[in-house]
RNA sequence: GGAGAGGUGUCUGAGUGGUCGAAAGAGCACGCCUGGAAAGUGUGUAUACGUCAAAAGCGUAUCGAGGGUUCGAAUCCCUCCCUCUCCGCCA
């Protein structure tokens, strides 16, 4: 979330940046600023007042040592008036402190200023076009129509033990999945990353730490029992890693990564699009997160994006690369990259990650700071990236490498999958 | 799930109503000492909010969380959360 303090030093500018995410909402930010401006007048009030009772309570207990019993008695009987202020001025706190949460939380993070305007998907800017798209005969089949044929997914007993959108690999679509896992871990870690392995249900602090919560509360599956999500992406466990965590200047950058199963329920998306491993309820994913230096997260941004590309190089796989406009863009993200990938039987572009610079809207959540070098805390940036998102690359993988033969599994796959050819 | 114990600062750990943001030790930082290091020694070492142009300073809050009793709560009471031990169950 946004810092009241900064909205407040530049009003202007905090709505000129909202609007290019298309947030127009001029009123929400007074209230916020008048809302700030009496918590701190109650605040005031509330410590001055706290001030005299506390004062008068160390001369009680002076007079009391002192055998002063009468006088102690007397400052005793004036003090109701002291208390009964404190329980009013701090309920008053309390009420705005919470309305004003409730409030900040509405704002979306701020875009970068090189985010272009825009409402849709149309409207991002494609940064640049890698790779060539394979051109397939006529009879090329869909990733579905080939996970069938050579018999390594089962959308149809996933359907049985749980229900769409949850597949069942098998044989060889099975040990691709963990194939690309290792891959993605591995080229991660030689990028310097630090492997976790982590719960994949977390509870509501985490899930309003990395700012799932409460806006996107439907987008989760809720074990309502426990009151635990289930994790729409590694990011929400590895981030909160770093809740309520002062970092050491030399502790910075922290590069961690990790694999897990993400869930999403999805409501309300279906159709064609969503057809095969287009957009599942579960899903694999390798994740990158960084915490680093406000100075060096746009550099560092640039970084994660090198990487994902690298992967996709590695895979022989034609991409795109887009700079997300402001209505395409995420709630929490400063600035936004897809990588997608081009599937040559469905002929469309496939997001297969998204990498964001996330700056200080989840460490303002999270407290999460360091110290800098003049000894302060202070906000630290998060950035985070898919390295990859499995199912699109594994549509990808089978609908451009099909061949009469079977479909040829990329040559930096094979010390992997330990086969060659899908057959 | 049943019974019991307990949650204090970076860590260990003292503290059962006032002088406690909190002893002591360790760690860490800086200085002295040393040819250098260790040892020794001295000083410092939480966070947030408010006030201030800013810093210093000052004020307020925080000893798992929330509420209560009291002039005054780390300390007493209530609720919740968490951890540990034993029993039960179990990959």
Redesign the pocket.
Known sequence: MLQVSYIRDNKEQVLERLAVKNFKQTELVDELIALDDSR?QT??R???T??E?????KR??EM?RTGQKAEAEQL?SQ?GTW?EEIKQLSEQL?TIEQELQQKIVLLPNLPHSSVPKGVSAEDNEVVLESGEKPVLPANALPHWELAAKYNLIDFELGVKITGAGFPVYKGKGAKLQRALISFFLDEAEKAGYNEVMLPLMVNEASGFGTGQLPDKEGQMYFVGQDNLYLIPTAEVPITNLYRDV?LKLDELPVKNTGYTPCFRREAGSYGAHVRGLNRLHQFDKVELVQVVHPDQSYEVLEGMSAHVQGLLQKLGLAYRVLRLCGGDMGFTAALTYDMETWSAAQQRWLEVSSVSNFETYQSNRLKL?FRNAEGK?QLAHTLNGSALALPRIVATLLENNQTEQGIKIPEILVPYTKFEWID
Not at 53 to 57: R, V, W, Y
């Open positions: 701190r605040q005031n509330l410590d001055s706290s001030a009772a506390n004062a008068a309570a009680i207990g009391m005793k003090t208390k309390n002062i700071r805390t």
